[in-house]
């Protein structure tokens, strides 16, 4: 049997670290890896919203007054999407956007799935909070149209940054005291496995800003390790995910 006729890795063998289970999601990986860089998250994601029914995942951003951003996700997605509903856990937050006219309800995606369809559904900076995000993106899989995509982003385990961090003596790196987990391409590609989607994308955004002289060093230098071989997305704090149903 031919990898690109094989659908789960058990297929091939029991033992996930098999050579030829590995060798199997390596190339689930690059193939869908797309190796330039999104220049901007925001912007990408409402490329992608142009003209759909779209849902916002997380639109609260830990305050209600991340609205007065003008750089605010669910604002923007507002003005390309057909439709684009809002959902959050944080139930005053979510009081205050609906009183200032947004269209947000109050709902944990993690317990149950809307009974709506959607042609864009967007995770953004949110599994990394969660305690369980297979409940998650199981029942974002019975709320995507046929077509449609799901779209998250996450933070970069492997971010140049995280790596140094870690690499170097003193205090632990800590990215986000209400972070649970970090997420790459391999265990992604299997939580959508286990849940009923498919990775059909990934990329790295490009990042444009650095607080210390070390990150605005490496920043400058990105593109000439780049050029001797070093992945552009080490050089990238955030990593956008895309999944659609399997066909």
């Not at 916002?56 to 951003?69: L, N, Y």
């Not at 856990?89 to 947000?104: F, M, P, R, S, W």
């Not at 002289?213 to 990105?222: D, N, Q, V, Y």
Request: net charge positive; aromatic share 12%.
């Amino acid at each position: 049997m031919q990898f690109d006729e094989i659908k789960k890795w058990k297929d091939i063998s029991l033992n996930p670290n098999s050579k030829d289970v590995l060798e199997f999601r390596r190339r689930l990986l690059l193939k869908a890896r797309r190796k330039e860089l999104i220049i901007n998250r925001t912007d990408y994601f409402c490329s992608l919203a142009n003209g759909k029914n779209v849902l916002d995942v997380g639109v609260v951003e830990h305050f209600s007054k991340s609205s007065e951003d003008e750089n605010w996700l669910h604002g923007k997605l507002c003005h390309h999407s057909k439709t684009c509903l809002g959902v959050d856990i944080l139930e005053q937050e979510v009081k205050v956007l609906a009183a200032q006219g947004y269209n947000v309800i109050l709902w944990d995606l993690t317990d149950k799935a809307l009974p709506n369809k959607f042609d864009l559904i967007i995770v953004g900076d949110v599994v990394e909070h969660l305690e369980n995000p297979s409940a998650l993106f199981r029942n974002l899989s019975h709320m995507l149209q046929p077509h449609g995509r799901i779209v998250i982003s996450t933070p970069n385990p492997w971010y140049v940054n995280v790596v140094v961090k870690n690499f170097k003596k003193g205090y632990p790196f800590t990215d986000s005291a209400d972070h649970v987990g970090w997420y790459d391409a391999s265990t992604l590609c299997e939580i959508a496995s286990r849940t009923g989607l498919v990775l059909i994308k990934y990329s790295g955004v490009r990042t444009t800003g650095a607080r210390t002289f070390f990150g605005r060093f490496f920043l400058k230098l990105a593109s000439f390790f780049v050029f001797w071989g070093v992945r552009p997305e080490f050089f990238s704090k955030t990593m956008i995910y895309e999944f659609a149903l399997p066909h």
